[in-house]
Protein backbone atom coordinates (compact mmCIF):
# COMPACT_ATOMS: atom_id res chain seq x y z
CA UNK A 1 0.00 0.00 0.00
CA UNK A 2 1.15 3.60 -1.11
CA UNK A 3 1.54 5.36 2.42
CA UNK A 4 1.03 8.98 2.62
CA UNK A 5 3.86 9.70 5.60
CA UNK A 6 5.90 7.58 7.76
CA UNK A 7 6.63 9.28 11.66
CA UNK A 8 10.34 6.99 12.04
CA UNK A 9 12.23 6.17 15.30
CA UNK A 10 9.55 6.40 17.66
CA UNK A 11 9.24 4.49 20.71
CA UNK A 12 5.60 2.73 21.89
CA UNK A 13 4.73 1.90 25.38
CA UNK A 14 5.65 -1.94 25.87
CA UNK A 15 7.99 -2.04 22.85
CA UNK A 16 11.82 -2.04 23.36
CA UNK A 17 13.38 -0.90 20.41
CA UNK A 18 11.82 2.25 18.07
CA UNK A 19 9.81 1.46 15.33
CA UNK A 20 8.53 3.43 12.24
CA UNK A 21 4.75 4.23 11.89
CA UNK A 22 3.79 3.91 7.95
CA UNK A 23 0.18 6.20 7.65
CA UNK A 24 -2.29 6.06 4.55
CA UNK A 25 -5.59 7.15 3.90
CA UNK A 26 -5.88 9.05 7.52
CA UNK A 27 -5.01 5.18 9.41
CA UNK A 28 -2.10 3.51 11.32
CA UNK A 29 -0.75 1.02 7.72
CA UNK A 30 2.13 -0.38 9.39
CA UNK A 31 4.12 -0.55 12.49
CA UNK A 32 7.78 -1.95 11.87
CA UNK A 33 11.03 -1.30 12.96
CA UNK A 34 12.05 -0.06 9.80
CA UNK A 35 9.71 0.98 6.66
CA UNK A 36 11.12 1.97 3.54
CA UNK A 37 8.86 4.16 1.48
CA UNK A 38 8.66 7.12 -0.79
CA UNK A 39 6.31 9.10 1.86
CA UNK A 40 7.71 11.90 3.69
CA UNK A 41 9.46 11.22 7.22
CA UNK A 42 8.72 12.52 9.79
CA UNK A 43 11.54 12.17 12.49
CA UNK A 44 10.40 10.79 15.66
CA UNK A 45 13.87 11.12 17.41
CA UNK A 46 13.00 8.26 19.97
CA UNK A 47 10.20 9.85 21.37
CA UNK A 48 7.00 8.67 23.10
CA UNK A 49 4.20 7.95 20.64
CA UNK A 50 1.05 7.48 21.85
CA UNK A 51 -2.55 8.45 20.90
CA UNK A 52 -3.09 11.65 22.54
CA UNK A 53 -4.12 13.32 25.99
CA UNK A 54 -7.89 12.70 26.74
CA UNK A 55 -10.10 15.16 28.92
CA UNK A 56 -12.83 13.54 30.43
CA UNK A 57 -13.95 16.54 32.34
CA UNK A 58 -13.51 20.36 31.63
CA UNK A 59 -15.53 23.24 31.73
CA UNK A 60 -15.21 25.72 28.64
CA UNK A 61 -17.94 27.51 29.35
CA UNK A 62 -16.48 28.85 32.31
CA UNK A 63 -12.89 29.35 31.76
CA UNK A 64 -10.26 32.62 31.78
CA UNK A 65 -13.11 34.75 33.82
CA UNK A 66 -10.91 35.75 37.11
CA UNK A 67 -11.02 38.85 35.61
CA UNK A 68 -14.66 39.30 36.51
CA UNK A 69 -14.34 37.54 39.93
CA UNK A 70 -13.01 38.70 42.95
CA UNK A 71 -12.14 35.72 45.07
CA UNK A 72 -11.82 36.28 48.98
CA UNK A 73 -12.08 32.53 50.65
CA UNK A 74 -11.49 30.07 47.85
CA UNK A 75 -14.24 27.59 48.86
CA UNK A 76 -16.57 25.96 46.57
CA UNK A 77 -19.59 28.11 47.93
CA UNK A 78 -17.88 31.46 46.39
CA UNK A 79 -16.87 29.42 43.52
CA UNK A 80 -20.36 28.44 42.72
CA UNK A 81 -21.88 31.84 43.57
CA UNK A 82 -18.64 34.23 41.63
CA UNK A 83 -19.53 32.08 38.72
CA UNK A 84 -23.34 31.75 38.83
CA UNK A 85 -23.16 35.69 38.91
CA UNK A 86 -20.96 35.60 36.31
CA UNK A 87 -22.63 33.68 33.43
CA UNK A 88 -25.49 35.84 33.40
CA UNK A 89 -22.99 38.27 31.54
CA UNK A 90 -21.37 35.47 28.93
CA UNK A 91 -22.23 36.43 25.42
CA UNK A 92 -21.75 33.94 22.74
CA UNK A 93 -18.62 35.50 21.45
CA UNK A 94 -17.38 35.95 24.80
CA UNK A 95 -17.11 32.25 25.48
CA UNK A 96 -15.83 31.47 21.90
CA UNK A 97 -12.97 33.28 22.61
CA UNK A 98 -11.93 32.11 26.28
CA UNK A 99 -13.31 28.30 25.24
CA UNK A 100 -10.84 28.36 21.86
CA UNK A 101 -7.86 29.56 23.90
CA UNK A 102 -8.08 26.77 26.25
CA UNK A 103 -8.95 24.06 23.26
CA UNK A 104 -5.78 25.82 21.17
CA UNK A 105 -3.75 25.24 24.26
CA UNK A 106 -4.75 21.43 24.94
CA UNK A 107 -3.94 20.68 21.20
CA UNK A 108 -0.46 21.83 21.83
CA UNK A 109 0.01 20.03 24.79
CA UNK A 110 -1.44 16.78 22.87
CA UNK A 111 -5.29 16.74 23.91
CA UNK A 112 -7.21 14.84 21.01
CA UNK A 113 -10.38 14.27 22.95
CA UNK A 114 -12.22 16.37 25.63
CA UNK A 115 -15.75 16.17 27.49
CA UNK A 116 -16.78 19.86 28.42
CA UNK A 117 -19.66 20.27 30.79
CA UNK A 118 -21.78 23.56 29.46
CA UNK A 119 -24.34 25.19 31.88
CA UNK A 120 -27.86 25.10 30.74
CA UNK A 121 -30.43 26.91 33.03
CA UNK A 122 -32.29 29.99 32.66
CA UNK A 123 -29.04 32.35 33.65
CA UNK A 124 -27.42 30.66 31.31
CA UNK A 125 -29.20 30.61 28.54
CA UNK A 126 -28.28 28.53 25.36
CA UNK A 127 -25.16 30.89 24.84
CA UNK A 128 -22.02 28.96 25.96
CA UNK A 129 -24.03 25.83 24.28
CA UNK A 130 -24.16 28.07 20.84
CA UNK A 131 -20.39 28.77 21.20
CA UNK A 132 -19.33 25.65 21.76
CA UNK A 133 -21.37 23.73 19.38
CA UNK A 134 -19.58 26.28 17.06
CA UNK A 135 -15.99 25.36 18.11
CA UNK A 136 -16.56 21.64 17.78
CA UNK A 137 -17.05 22.42 14.19
CA UNK A 138 -14.06 24.78 13.95
CA UNK A 139 -11.55 22.45 15.77
CA UNK A 140 -12.79 19.25 14.33
CA UNK A 141 -9.30 18.88 12.78
CA UNK A 142 -7.35 18.94 15.93
CA UNK A 143 -9.79 17.56 18.38
CA UNK A 144 -12.89 15.48 19.04
CA UNK A 145 -15.13 17.86 21.71
CA UNK A 146 -17.97 15.65 23.94
CA UNK A 147 -20.60 18.57 24.84
CA UNK A 148 -22.59 17.56 28.35
CA UNK A 149 -25.50 19.91 29.00
CA UNK A 150 -24.96 20.84 32.67
CA UNK A 151 -27.34 21.58 35.33
CA UNK A 152 -24.88 23.18 37.81
CA UNK A 153 -27.71 24.81 39.67
CA UNK A 154 -29.97 22.46 40.76
CA UNK A 155 -33.33 20.58 39.23
CA UNK A 156 -36.10 20.32 41.72
CA UNK A 157 -35.30 23.77 42.48
CA UNK A 158 -35.53 24.91 39.02
CA UNK A 159 -37.87 22.80 37.08
CA UNK A 160 -37.53 24.59 33.87
CA UNK A 161 -33.66 23.54 33.38
CA UNK A 162 -35.01 20.28 32.50
CA UNK A 163 -36.84 21.75 29.53
CA UNK A 164 -33.87 23.27 28.70
CA UNK A 165 -31.90 20.32 28.91
CA UNK A 166 -34.13 18.47 26.27
CA UNK A 167 -33.46 20.78 24.60
CA UNK A 168 -29.96 21.26 24.12
CA UNK A 169 -29.65 17.99 23.49
CA UNK A 170 -31.92 18.06 20.24
CA UNK A 171 -29.49 21.19 19.38
CA UNK A 172 -26.55 19.00 19.39
CA UNK A 173 -25.21 18.33 23.24
CA UNK A 174 -23.59 14.85 23.49
CA UNK A 175 -24.03 13.78 26.53
CA UNK A 176 -26.29 15.09 30.02
CA UNK A 177 -24.47 15.91 33.18
CA UNK A 178 -26.19 16.67 37.05
CA UNK A 179 -25.32 18.06 39.80
CA UNK A 180 -27.15 16.40 42.87
CA UNK A 181 -24.98 18.44 45.74
CA UNK A 182 -26.47 21.53 44.49
CA UNK A 183 -29.85 20.50 44.30
CA UNK A 184 -32.93 20.39 47.57
CA UNK A 185 -33.32 16.65 46.55
CA UNK A 186 -30.60 14.77 45.15
CA UNK A 187 -32.22 11.54 45.01
CA UNK A 188 -34.75 13.25 42.78
CA UNK A 189 -32.29 14.96 40.64
CA UNK A 190 -30.48 11.61 39.57
CA UNK A 191 -33.85 10.14 38.87
CA UNK A 192 -34.57 13.43 36.43
CA UNK A 193 -31.07 13.52 34.67
CA UNK A 194 -31.10 9.46 33.99
CA UNK A 195 -35.01 10.27 32.52
CA UNK A 196 -33.65 12.50 30.10
CA UNK A 197 -30.68 10.73 29.31
CA UNK A 198 -32.46 7.91 28.51
CA UNK A 199 -35.04 9.78 26.24
CA UNK A 200 -32.16 11.13 24.33
CA UNK A 201 -29.62 7.83 24.73
CA UNK A 202 -26.99 9.75 25.83
CA UNK A 203 -24.36 9.39 28.42
CA UNK A 204 -24.68 10.37 31.79
CA UNK A 205 -21.61 12.47 34.06
CA UNK A 206 -22.38 13.56 37.22
CA UNK A 207 -20.38 16.21 39.53
CA UNK A 208 -20.91 14.30 43.35
CA UNK A 209 -20.13 14.05 46.59
CA UNK A 210 -18.14 17.13 46.75
CA UNK A 211 -16.90 17.83 50.35
CA UNK A 212 -15.00 15.55 52.80
CA UNK A 213 -17.59 14.44 54.92
CA UNK A 214 -17.83 10.65 55.00
CA UNK A 215 -21.48 10.59 55.16
CA UNK A 216 -24.63 10.68 52.97
CA UNK A 217 -22.78 9.77 49.81
CA UNK A 218 -24.98 9.91 47.01
CA UNK A 219 -22.98 7.08 45.24
CA UNK A 220 -25.24 4.37 45.84
CA UNK A 221 -27.91 5.69 44.51
CA UNK A 222 -26.38 6.66 41.28
CA UNK A 223 -25.18 2.78 40.91
CA UNK A 224 -27.90 1.48 42.01
CA UNK A 225 -29.90 3.90 38.90
CA UNK A 226 -27.26 2.44 36.75
CA UNK A 227 -28.12 -0.84 37.03
CA UNK A 228 -31.65 -0.61 37.13
CA UNK A 229 -31.26 1.29 34.01
CA UNK A 230 -28.87 -0.80 32.47
CA UNK A 231 -26.39 2.06 31.94
CA UNK A 232 -23.60 0.05 32.65
CA UNK A 233 -20.30 1.82 31.27
CA UNK A 234 -22.18 4.85 30.01
CA UNK A 235 -21.40 6.53 33.69
CA UNK A 236 -19.01 8.73 35.23
CA UNK A 237 -19.18 10.75 38.85
CA UNK A 238 -16.63 13.27 39.31
CA UNK A 239 -14.67 14.76 42.02
CA UNK A 240 -16.01 12.29 45.02
CA UNK A 241 -13.95 13.72 47.24
CA UNK A 242 -15.82 11.62 50.08
CA UNK A 243 -13.90 9.04 49.05
CA UNK A 244 -11.23 10.56 50.13
CA UNK A 245 -12.64 11.18 53.78
CA UNK A 246 -13.48 7.55 54.23
CA UNK A 247 -11.84 4.36 55.41
CA UNK A 248 -9.67 1.82 53.39
CA UNK A 249 -12.59 -0.83 54.08
CA UNK A 250 -15.65 2.29 53.01
CA UNK A 251 -13.40 2.82 50.30
CA UNK A 252 -12.98 -0.60 49.17
CA UNK A 253 -16.67 -1.65 49.64
CA UNK A 254 -17.73 1.94 47.36
CA UNK A 255 -15.20 0.57 44.54
CA UNK A 256 -17.03 -3.06 44.46
CA UNK A 257 -20.17 -1.29 43.81
CA UNK A 258 -19.03 1.00 41.56
CA UNK A 259 -17.30 -1.65 39.51
CA UNK A 260 -19.69 -4.04 39.58
CA UNK A 261 -22.78 -0.67 38.39
CA UNK A 262 -19.83 -0.01 35.73
CA UNK A 263 -19.93 3.99 36.92
CA UNK A 264 -16.80 5.17 35.88
CA UNK A 265 -14.77 8.12 37.98
CA UNK A 266 -13.02 11.01 37.18
CA UNK A 267 -10.59 12.90 39.86
CA UNK A 268 -9.63 16.48 39.41
CA UNK A 269 -6.72 17.51 41.92
CA UNK A 270 -6.13 20.96 40.91
CA UNK A 271 -9.63 22.24 41.68
CA UNK A 272 -10.27 19.77 44.92
CA UNK A 273 -6.75 20.80 46.42
CA UNK A 274 -7.50 24.34 45.90
CA UNK A 275 -11.58 23.86 47.10
CA UNK A 276 -10.50 21.26 49.74
CA UNK A 277 -9.58 21.54 53.76
CA UNK A 278 -9.80 24.92 54.29
CA UNK A 279 -11.21 24.17 57.46
CA UNK A 280 -8.56 23.00 58.91
CA UNK A 281 -5.96 25.61 60.77
CA UNK A 282 -3.01 22.71 60.37
CA UNK A 283 -2.31 19.46 58.08
CA UNK A 284 -5.51 20.01 55.64
CA UNK A 285 -6.54 17.22 54.01
CA UNK A 286 -5.41 16.46 50.42
CA UNK A 287 -8.92 15.76 49.44
CA UNK A 288 -8.40 14.06 46.30
CA UNK A 289 -10.45 10.52 45.70
CA UNK A 290 -8.02 7.78 45.26
CA UNK A 291 -8.07 6.83 41.90
CA UNK A 292 -5.63 4.59 42.11
CA UNK A 293 -7.39 2.19 44.44
CA UNK A 294 -10.21 2.64 42.78
CA UNK A 295 -8.64 1.20 39.56
CA UNK A 296 -7.45 -1.43 41.67
CA UNK A 297 -10.09 -2.99 42.20
CA UNK A 298 -11.66 -2.65 39.07
CA UNK A 299 -13.14 0.69 38.47
CA UNK A 300 -12.50 2.73 35.54
CA UNK A 301 -10.77 5.82 36.44
CA UNK A 302 -9.49 9.53 35.28
CA UNK A 303 -7.84 12.22 35.38
CA UNK A 304 -8.83 15.30 34.26
CA UNK A 305 -8.39 19.02 34.50
CA UNK A 306 -12.14 20.44 35.69
CA UNK A 307 -11.64 24.37 35.69
CA UNK A 308 -9.01 26.61 34.04
CA UNK A 309 -8.35 30.25 35.52
CA UNK A 310 -11.42 30.84 37.36
CA UNK A 311 -12.84 30.93 41.02
CA UNK A 312 -13.16 26.61 41.33
CA UNK A 313 -9.11 26.46 39.62
CA UNK A 314 -7.51 29.93 39.40
CA UNK A 315 -4.31 27.82 37.72
CA UNK A 316 -3.59 25.93 34.79
CA UNK A 317 -2.76 25.58 31.68
CA UNK A 318 -4.62 22.43 30.07
CA UNK A 319 -1.53 20.20 30.26
CA UNK A 320 -3.05 16.93 31.25
CA UNK A 321 0.69 15.77 31.59
CA UNK A 322 1.01 18.30 34.60
CA UNK A 323 -2.24 16.83 35.91
CA UNK A 324 -1.05 13.48 35.71
CA UNK A 325 2.23 14.45 37.58
CA UNK A 326 -0.02 16.52 39.96
CA UNK A 327 -1.81 13.37 40.74
CA UNK A 328 1.04 11.03 41.19
CA UNK A 329 2.48 13.66 43.87
CA UNK A 330 -0.56 13.88 45.64
CA UNK A 331 -1.21 10.26 45.92
CA UNK A 332 2.35 9.44 46.62
CA UNK A 333 2.71 7.14 43.48
CA UNK A 334 6.36 6.65 42.05
CA UNK A 335 6.82 3.19 40.66
CA UNK A 336 6.90 3.08 37.22
CA UNK A 337 4.18 0.70 36.73
CA UNK A 338 2.31 2.84 38.95
CA UNK A 339 3.06 6.10 36.95
CA UNK A 340 2.33 4.26 33.90
CA UNK A 341 -1.06 3.25 35.44
CA UNK A 342 -1.63 7.38 36.14
CA UNK A 343 -0.65 7.55 32.37
CA UNK A 344 -3.63 5.60 31.07
CA UNK A 345 -5.87 7.58 32.98
CA UNK A 346 -5.32 10.68 30.98
CA UNK A 347 -4.74 8.70 27.61
CA UNK A 348 -6.20 4.96 27.16
CA UNK A 349 -8.55 4.78 30.30
CA UNK A 350 -10.03 8.45 29.44
CA UNK A 351 -11.11 7.36 26.05
CA UNK A 352 -12.61 4.26 27.35
CA UNK A 353 -14.45 6.37 29.70
CA UNK A 354 -15.72 8.32 26.49
CA UNK A 355 -16.56 5.33 24.87
CA UNK A 356 -14.09 6.26 22.60
CA UNK A 357 -11.21 4.56 20.32
CA UNK A 358 -6.77 4.97 21.80
CA UNK A 359 -4.39 3.66 20.52
CA UNK A 360 -1.59 3.48 17.99
CA UNK A 361 -2.40 -0.15 15.94
CA UNK A 362 -2.85 -1.37 12.36
CA UNK A 363 -6.06 -0.16 11.14
CA UNK A 364 -6.55 2.17 13.73
CA UNK A 365 -6.92 5.84 13.45
CA UNK A 366 -3.42 7.74 12.41
CA UNK A 367 -4.09 10.29 15.75
CA UNK A 368 -1.09 10.66 17.19
CA UNK A 369 1.37 12.66 19.78
CA UNK A 370 4.68 12.70 20.02
CA UNK A 371 6.22 12.92 23.74
CA UNK A 372 9.77 14.31 24.23
CA UNK A 373 9.96 10.81 27.18
CA UNK A 374 10.54 7.50 25.99
CA UNK A 375 8.15 5.81 28.03
CA UNK A 376 5.05 6.66 30.13
CA UNK A 377 6.23 6.34 33.18
CA UNK A 378 8.81 9.08 32.49
CA UNK A 379 6.59 11.11 30.92
CA UNK A 380 4.95 11.56 33.87
CA UNK A 381 7.96 12.54 35.88
CA UNK A 382 9.14 14.97 33.82
CA UNK A 383 5.61 16.31 32.68
CA UNK A 384 7.17 15.73 29.05
CA UNK A 385 5.94 18.04 26.46
CA UNK A 386 4.14 17.12 23.28
CA UNK A 387 6.62 17.94 20.44
CA UNK A 388 4.00 17.28 17.58
CA UNK A 389 0.85 15.74 16.71
CA UNK A 390 -1.15 14.13 13.63
CA UNK A 391 -5.01 13.63 13.51
CA UNK A 392 -6.02 11.44 10.80
CA UNK A 393 -2.79 11.42 9.85
CA UNK A 394 -2.62 15.48 9.13
CA UNK A 395 -0.48 17.20 11.21
CA UNK A 396 -1.90 19.55 13.77
CA UNK A 397 0.90 21.20 16.15
CA UNK A 398 4.46 21.00 16.18
CA UNK A 399 6.21 22.40 19.36
CA UNK A 400 10.35 21.94 18.44
CA UNK A 401 12.85 21.33 21.90
CA UNK A 402 14.38 24.21 23.32
CA UNK A 403 17.54 24.93 22.34
CA UNK A 404 20.81 26.47 24.09
CA UNK A 405 23.38 29.12 22.64
CA UNK A 406 26.63 29.15 24.72
CA UNK A 407 28.82 31.69 24.13
CA UNK A 408 31.79 30.30 21.87
CA UNK A 409 35.03 29.17 24.17
CA UNK A 410 37.44 32.42 24.18
CA UNK A 411 40.36 32.59 21.82
CA UNK A 412 43.41 31.37 23.03
CA UNK A 413 46.18 33.69 22.46
CA UNK A 414 49.15 33.32 19.87
CA UNK A 415 51.61 30.75 21.14
CA UNK A 416 49.82 28.87 23.82
Not at 80 to 97: C, H, M, P, S, Y
Not at 152 to 171: K, S, V, Y
Amino acid sequence: MPLDLVIAGVRLAGRPDPVDIGVADGLVAAIEPRIESEAPRADGTGCLAFGGFVETHVHLDKACILDRCRLRHGTLEEAIALTARAKAGFTVEDVRARAAAVIEKAVTHGTMRMRSFVEVDPRAGFRSLQALLALRADYGWALDLDLCAFAQEGLTNEPETAGMLDEALRMGATSLGGCPYTDPDPVAHVAAIFEIAERHGVDVDFHADFDLDPAHSILPEIAAQTRARGYAGRVSVGHVTKLAAMAPEAVAGMAETLAEAGVAVTVLPATDLFLGGRAADRLAPRGVAPAYALARRGVLASVASNNILNPFTPFGDASLCRMANLYANVAHLAREEDLAAVFRMVSGDAARQLGAPHGIRPGGPADIVLLDAPDPAAAVRTVAPALAGWKAGRMTFRRGRPELFPPAPPARAAGA
